[in-house]
């Protein structure tokens, strides 16, 4: 990917983000999935997450005070994945869809919010592989993604770095969910 791709898809390559992560066996499954799929087909490895919020800019150490108390007004709740999908963005290749759900779009409202952000055009989800592919090619990959959890709890938001120019992206720290 270049500079161009980057453009093209008018997004912030250095920024912040706020995530919801699986943990536990459905952690395990993800992971193991994008490790696989980076691994055959040459592409940028990442810890399984779905985006609350993303592309924003701030100084770190306010922005992990904010995440903070974001994480205080925000009950841990339970995801819901309907199935695959595909698109040609380089970061939401292949993924699996999440259900808006009332919790869910609460969590992304007090998110924006806080940071200041729109709420309009959010389409949850959880990638397992970035880069350009053919619709075939992704089809094909779905045998390598059978059987994967339904559903998991949700009880952190974390706050990570991301560098789309070199692919990397940090998580900085999570924040328990109130109960």
Excluded at 24 to 38: D, H, P, Y
């Amino acid at each position: 990917m270049n500079n161009s791709d980057l453009l093209f898809e008018k997004r912030n390559a250095i920024s912040f983000s706020l995530w919801l992560m699986p943990d536990g066996a459905a952690k395990k499954f993800f992971q193991k999935t994008i490790n696989k799929l980076s691994e055959n087909y040459r592409a940028p490895a990442f810890e399984p997450h779905i985006t609350l919020i993303g592309g924003f800019l701030g100084i770190e150490k306010d922005l992990l005070i904010k995440t903070e108390l974001l994480a205080r007004q925000i009950k841990s709740f339970q995801l819901s994945i309907k199935n695959i999908g595909i698109s040609n963005q380089f970061f939401q290749s292949l993924f699996l869809k999440v259900q808006l759900s009332k919790d869910l779009y609460n969590a992304r409202k007090l998110s924006c919010l806080k940071f200041g952000l729109t709420i309009e055009g959010y389409e949850p989800h959880l990638s397992l592989l970035y880069g350009k592919y053919t619709t075939n090619e992704k089809r094909k990959m779905f045998s390598i993604i059978d059987n994967y959890p339904k559903s998991f709890i949700v009880n952190k938001i974390y706050l990570a770095h991301n560098n789309e120019i070199n692919f990397k992206w940090k998580v900085l720290k999570g924040f328990p969910l109130a109960n």
